[in-house]
């Protein structure tokens, strides 16, 4: 195996280049493009974005987006492949009386091989529509998936925040790590984080079977003798599980709805969106998952009734993210990864794969493993840097005085800790 030159961009794009005819330099032209036409992004802004629902990489067939007779995106095509896509954008001003229409074609090397066209009206809310795509393969007739998502943007981009040197993993840290006896994302452990100086905390959100928002790190729970997944016990059934039945222990978990409640809409939070990938499904025997679309949905609904405007989404899931990015475009939004070579998704398995998606998408930054990045940590923070993406590292490799010297003199953006007395204590830590 070729040894990873992280100091050299070009090995990102190695395998881009050979796939898609292109070079390092006119990917960095489109991405940076891309994010300038973003920052200039105007109030009556319709972004769409093209989702490729294959089950099968089509090698050599591309879909091409036309948005009321004008290419959509910067990229002019994505593969036919699991979970690709194409975002772009046009003005609101653009409909035929609140119409829009889409064509999506299909081609090959040889030409265009198929097209369809799918109306689209425009609305104030974010809104999805799918459709078909048909095509000849090795001479037998297939149908693609697509899905069609629309949003309206306010025109304002993400917010800096600039006091994300240390945040509180779970609060004062997971249960194994942690340097106090509080239970992680409990109210109690994150009110803790913050009297000890963080400004920032990170926190597990899924939902119960009711579609009710928790703060829960194991997609699953023991229930007596048995194991069941999160998404299928009501809230009721979780926090009489938890022991916390009216939400009054602190030191237990608890709604998101009531942590909110709880915590002073100074202080910062990191919401990490609990989705599984199809391995962690399988892992845990999980059923009957909710859509993603109604995880995002649910979740974004309770952050924006509490009214709080200090927070920060991120997922390791691909499809999450992409959804947060449409139906949030303005918030801070962070990929996690492990560049774990995971093959199931073409996002997840690589740091290349991880900025590459981050970047096209327009993310905000990434949290990365510190195991993946641990070989040279300069030169890949200064890698995701090159493309406008900020980095946070979380891991239990970062509970240790030099791995943080040597963050911050690779000038990450923030570090996700257990213990918060390096930060904090004995004038050695961040601050």
């Given at each position: ?6 100091s050299n ?8 280049l050979?796939?898609?005819f292109?070079?390092?330099?006119e990917?960095l032209?489109k991405i940076?493009?891309?994010r300038?036409r973003r ?9 769409f974005?093209?989702?490729?629902k294959?089950?099968?990489?089509y ?5 091409r987006?036309?948005l009321?007779g004008?290419a959509?995106g910067?990229?002019?095509s ?7 896509f194409?975002v772009g ?5 653009a ?6 229409f889409v064509?999506i074609?299909i081609?090959?090397l040889?030409g ?5 066209t799918?109306?689209i009206?425009?609305?104030?809310v ?5 459709g078909?795509l ?7 007739q297939e ?13 304002s981009?993400?917010?800096a925040?600039d006091d994300?040197?240390?945040?509180g993993?779970r ?5 194994r790590l942690?340097?106090?006896n509080?239970?992680?994302n409990?109210?109690?452990?994150f009110?803790e984080?913050y009297r000890r100086?963080a400004?920032?905390v990170?926190?597990d ?11 829960f790190?194991?997609?699953?729970i023991?229930?007596g ?8 016990v009501?809230?009721?059934e979780?926090l009489s599980l938890?022991?916390?039945p009216d939400?009054?222990d602190h030191h237990?978990?608890?709604t998101?709805?009531?942590?909110l ?9 990191n919401?990490?969106?609990k ?13 009957g ?5 109604k ?14 405007q ?5 997922s390791f ?9 449409l139906r ?7 990929m996690?990864?492990e560049?774990n ?5 073409p996002?997840t ?7 590459y998606?981050s970047?096209?998408?327009g ?7 510190w195991?993946?990045i ?9 890698a995701?840097?090159s493309?406008?993406?900020k ?6 490799g970062v509970?240790?005085r030099?791995?943080i010297?040597i963050?911050n003199e ?7 800790l ?7 204590t004995?004038?050695?830590g961040?601050?």
């Open positions: 195996m070729e040894p990873a030159d992280w961009l070009e090995f990102f794009f190695k395998d881009r050979v796939e898609d292109t070079t390092v330099e990917e032209r940076r493009e891309c300038s920052s200039k992004r105007a109030s009556e802004s319709m972004v974005c093209i989702v490729v294959s089950q099968k990489r090698k050599g067939m591309y879909i987006a036309i009321n004008l959509l910067t990229e002019p994505a593969e036919i492949r699991p979970e690709n194409l954008e046009c003005s609101r001003n409909s035929h009386d609140g119409v829009f064509k074609e081609w090959n040889e265009m091989v198929s097209e369809e799918f109306r009206m425009s609305l104030d974010f809104s999805k529509k799918l078909f048909r095509l000849i393969h090795k001479g037998v149908e693609i998936e697509v899905e069609i998502h629309c949003v309206q943007t306010d025109g981009g993400s917010q925040y994300m040197k240390a945040i993993h609060g004062c840290g997971e249960n942690t340097a106090t509080l239970m992680e409990t109210i109690s452990s009110l984080a100086g400004k920032w990170e926190m959100v899924q939902l119960t079977k009711d579609e009710v928002p928790i703060v790190h194991d997609f699953g023991q229930t003798g048995s194991y069941a997944g999160i998404n299928e009501t809230l009721e979780f938890v022991g916390n939400e009054k237990l978990p608890c998101l709805s009531k942590l409640d709880q915590i002073g809409n100074e202080h910062g939070i919401i990490e969106i989705y599984p990938l199809p391995s962690e499904e399988r892992e845990h025997g999980l059923r998952m909710i859509p993603a679309e995880v995002v949905e649910r979740i974004v609904e309770t952050v924006q009734r509490s009214g709080r200090k927070v920060i989404f991120s899931h691909p499809y999450v993210l992409l959804l947060l990015k949030l475009p303005s918030s801070n939004i962070y996690l990864t560049a070579n995971n093959k199931e998704n996002y398995g690589t740091l290349y794969d991880a900025l998606f970047a096209k998408l993310l905000d930054g990434v949290v990365l493993d195991n993946c641990s070989a040279s940590p300069i030169h890949i923070v200064k995701f840097e493309f406008d993406l980095t946070i590292v979380y891991g239990s509970n240790n030099d791995v010297h963050l690779a000038g990450v953006h923030g570090i996700i257990d213990n918060l007395d390096l930060a904090y004995n004038g050695n961040i601050y």
